[in-house]
C-alpha cells in the first residue's frame, strides 16, 4: 500500500496530492495541496510526526525520516518543510525543519535539528550537519554546507518556476491515472 497507518495515525492528504504508487507515506503525516511525492520515496512518520506545505515536490528515491524522542533527545524532532519546497532525487530529510521556496539538490542531506530559512538552495550532494542554521537568501555547497553567495533575483524567482512546473506535472499524472 502507497499510504500506510502506523499505530492507529493515518496520513492526511491535501487536495490534488499525487503519491506515485511505487512510494509510501507512513503514520503522522501531513501533506498540503497540491504536493507530489514520486517514485520509490520514503515519507515515515513512525515515531514523531512530518508536515509538508503546499506546492512541495519530494522527488524519487528521497527519504524523509524524524528523530524519536528518548534520552539523548527528550523531544526528538519532527520533520517540517514549507511551501513550494523542491527537494531533488535522492536527498534525505531527518528531523529537520525547512522553511518554504527553498530547492534542495539531488543527494543532498539535512541532518537532525538543522533549520533552513526561507529562500535557500541547497546544492546537489551537500550535507547540512544536526543542528546548523542556514539563513535565508543564499546558497550552501559542501560536506559540510558552507554559505557560498547571496541568491540572484533570476535564482530567488526559480523556487515558485519550479514548485508550479511540478504541479503541471503531477496533474499530467493524475490525469493519466496514476498516483492517490
Not at 14 to 38: K, Y
Not at 133 to 145: A, Q
Request: charged share 20%; aromatic share 6%.
Amino acid at each position: 500500500m502507497t499510504i500506510r497507518s502506523y499505530q492507529g495515525i493515518t496520513p492526511k492528504l491535501g487536495n490534488a496530492t499525487f503519491i506515485d504508487p511505487t512510494a509510501v507515506v507512513i503514520g503522522d503525516v501531513e501533506l498540503g495541496d497540491d504536493v507530489s511525492v514520486w517514485p520509490l520515496t520514503v515519507i515515515r512518520g513512525d515515531m514523531h510526526h512530518i508536515r509538508i506545505g503546499n506546492r512541495t515536490s519530494v522527488q524519487d528515491g528521497s527519504v524523509l525520516h524524524i528523530t524519536h524522542a528518548g534520552p539523548f533527545n527528550p523531544d526528538g524532532f519532527p520533520l517540517t518543510i514549507g511551501d513550494d519546497v523542491t527537494i531533488g532525487h535522492q536527498a534525505m530529510l531527518h528531523g529537520c525543519t525547512l522553511g518554504s521556496r527553498i530547492l534542495v539538490g539531488m543527494g543532498a542531506m539535512v541532518m537532525d535539528g538543522a533549520v533552513v530559512e526561507d529562500d535557500v538552495i541547497i546544492g546537489a550532494g551537500s550535507l547540512v550537519p544536526p543542528g546548523k542554521v542556514l539563513k535565508s537568501g543564499h546558497l550552501y555547497v559542501g560536506r559540510p554546507v558552507k554559505e557560498v553567495r547571496a541568491l540572484t533575483e533570476k535564482e530567488m524567482d526559480f523556487f515558485t518556476y519550479t514548485a508550479g512546473n511540478y504541479v503541471k506535472l503531477k496533474d499530467k499524472h493524475m490525469a493519466e491515472g496514476y498516483g492517490e
